[in-house]
């Protein structure tokens, strides 16, 4: 890889609960390279967003922190450890942050022109601030640029308000955009149009992205690289050509399979069971209470997150042939 957008080694992020402190992000590495779109997928509660708020260093709890790590950003800047007021200045400017649902952070009693205005103003940019506003939203295509700037958030339909959203996080061509669920809230139409609104944003403005989402199929349709996430930790990374075709992962395995269109006689699958809780994660290889294909030494050794060919992986069993069947077997 070039030298990388966002490197990131070793992140631990830690949640203080009931006098203890939890581990919910522990020890993720992944590298974005400028341009690229990268995805970061598992299931709820995997600590998907708690990695992107180490990223950043902004938490939506006070009991939540960075444990360890280093996050280097470009041009060789390291992220952690940054002071508040520095951090903000980068946060905002050159990394852009899109979440899940636009009502929690679209202001309802200000016209969304003023809002992507204010998030100019907060970082002293240089130009004319109202022609930008214009011209972000003829960028994120909102029908009648001149009249939209004027509306409230009310006044626009869900998928224009995550488009408002998007103008702002990009008001200021950040070179990272950080997209949490940026179209779980949305129905499938509308879903499909925001992901293109991003792949085209990606080759018009060439930032890199990182894309956190629970649906494989959506990281199928945009991303050029993957991370698997389970229990905080990585389990898997390759191109996402590769991960499809060759899941080396028993998680990666049923996550693929949960995204196929089942035959209308077959029920939708899922993997059966549930992802451990922070507070008490299994010993040895955290899906082991899941994995249909687990030996004796999974429950007492972690696995290592080993590379080869252009991906990772965290199996014992990764190189086993039999270990690429699982879930037919066992389909629930
Ligand atoms: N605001 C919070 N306060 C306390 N604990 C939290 C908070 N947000 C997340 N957690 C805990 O941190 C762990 C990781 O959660 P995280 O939100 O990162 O998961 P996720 O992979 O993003 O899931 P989802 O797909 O549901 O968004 C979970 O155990 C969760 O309960
Ligand atoms: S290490 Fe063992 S339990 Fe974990 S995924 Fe691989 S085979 Fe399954
Ligand atoms: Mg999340």
Not at 35 to 44: K, N, Y
Not at 47 to 55: E, Q, R, V
Not at 245 to 253: F, G, K, L, N, V
Request: aromatic content about 4%.
């Amino acid at each position: 890889m070039t030298e990388p957008l966002l490197d990131v080694r070793d992140l631990r992020v830690s949640l203080r609960r009931s006098g203890r402190e939890v581990s919910v992000v522990d020890g993720v590495s992944l590298a974005i390279a400028p341009g690229e779109f990268v995805g970061l997928v598992g299931e709820s509660g995997c600590g998907k967003s708690m990695t992107a708020f180490g990223l950043v260093n902004l938490f939506p709890t006070p009991a939540a922190h960075l444990a360890g790590g280093t996050v280097t950003f470009h041009g060789g800047r390291r992220l952690d450890g940054l002071p508040p007021a520095a951090m903000r200045r980068i946060r905002g400017a050159e990394i852009g942050m899109v979440f899940q649902d636009p009502n929690t952070y679209l202001d309802p009693l200000l016209p969304i022109g003023h809002q992507i205005a204010e998030a100019l103003r907060e970082h002293d940019f240089a130009g004319d601030v109202d022609a930008r506003v214009l011209e972000l939203l003829t960028l994120m295509e909102i029908p009648d640029p001149a009249l939209a700037v004027r509306r409230f958030p009310h006044e626009l339909s869900g998928g224009q308000r995550q488009r408002a959203l998007i103008a702002a996080a990009l008001a200021m061509n950040p070179k990272l955009l950080i997209a949490d669920e940026p179209t779980t809230a949305l129905d499938v139409t509308i879903q499909a149009a925001i992901l293109d609104l991003l792949r085209r944003l990606r080759r018009q403005l060439g930032i890199g992205v990182l894309l956190i989402t629970h649906d494989l199929g959506v990281i199928a349709e945009t991303c050029d690289r993957v991370y698997v996430m389970y229990a905080g930790r990585i389990v898997e990374s390759n191109t996402t050509a590769s991960l499809f075709a060759t899941p080396r992962h028993p998680y990666s395995q049923g996550l693929i399979k949960a995204t196929l269109r089942p035959d209308r006689r077959e029920a939708l699958f899922s993997i059966p069971g549930q992802v451990p809780s922070p507070d008490s994660p299994p010993a040895g290889c955290r899906f082991h209470p899941r994995c249909p294909i687990a030996i004796a030494k999974c429950m007492g050794q972690s696995p290592e997150l080993v590379s080869y060919d252009s991906g990772s992986v965290a199996c014992h069993r990764a190189h086993d042939p039999a270990a690429r069947t699982t879930w037919s077997a066992s389909a629930a």
